[in-house]
């Protein structure tokens, strides 16, 4: 079955940097594209970016362009996302995400368990 | 970039009530790529509904969804106990709407 198992809980101060991993299995990794989401306490879920597992191309929300990197391991099957020059406000369970679909039309399939991630001086 | 309303915000039902859940896009949708997902506090989103208006594996037939174009519905039939949750939808590698909680009145 497919699983996406995330790394675990971080604690870091305003202007470091975190990376988050997610391994994947189940399935032959570069089949797919992945995302990572997150979502602060309280707040909706809020799209970071997309990598496709096959050629390694990105596509960041605007927001987010400037300060993170997504990138993927094809040998280990696992996906990375570095987030830099964090603040308060990064604090927030980040969840990846693996898509599915054919045909125009795709949606995320699947989800890790989340990584939560404090922001705290 | 496409641009996703949801509404309403928060939508007060019973148990046994029909849900109807709204999600407008700032343009017309690619091929009606658009997605549902549900969120309970404390666990990742899990997929309900794609391309519209199909149904993912193992999800009840309470749920439905439809709609083309920039106007999109979510309709829960007869509301159980554990459809209390929050609802976001999707254009895949797109933002999420901002939601709609769905609370027990």
Not at chain 1, 33 to 54: C, H, K
Not at chain 2, 9 to 38: F, I
Request: glycine share 10%.
């Amino acid at each position: 079955q497919v699983q996406l198992v995330q790394s675990g809980a971080e604690v870091k101060k305003p202007g470091a940097s975190v990376r988050v991993s997610c391994k994947a299995s189940g399935y032959t990794f570069t089949t797919y594209g992945l995302s990572w989401v997150r979502q602060a306490p309280g707040q909706g879920l809020e799209w970071m970016g997309w990598i496709s597992a096959y050629y390694g191309d990105t596509k960041y929300a605007q927001k987010f362009q400037d300060r993170v990197t997504m990138t993927r391991d094809t040998s280990t099957s696992t996906l990375y996302m570095e987030l830099r020059s964090l603040r308060s406000d990064d604090t927030a369970v980040y969840y990846c995400a693996r898509g599915a679909g054919s045909a125009g039309v795709y949606y995320e399939a699947y989800w890790g368990q989340g990584t939560l991630v404090t922001v705290s001086s | 970039e496409i641009a996703l309303t949801q509404s309403p915000g928060t939508l007060s039902l019973s148990p046994g009530d029909r849900a109807t859940l709204s999600c407008r896009a700032s343009q017309s949708v690619p091929s009606n790529s658009l997605a549902w997902y549900q969120q309970i506090p404390g666990q990742a989103p899990r997929l309900l509904i794609y391309g519209a208006s199909t149904r993912a594996t193992g999800i009840p037939d309470r749920f439905s969804g439809s709609g083309s174009g920039t106007d999109f519905t979510l309709t829960i039939s007869r509301l159980e106990p554990e459809d209390f949750a929050v609802y976001y939808c999707q254009h895949y590698s797109s933002p999420f709407g901002q939601g709609t909680r769905l609370e027990i009145k």
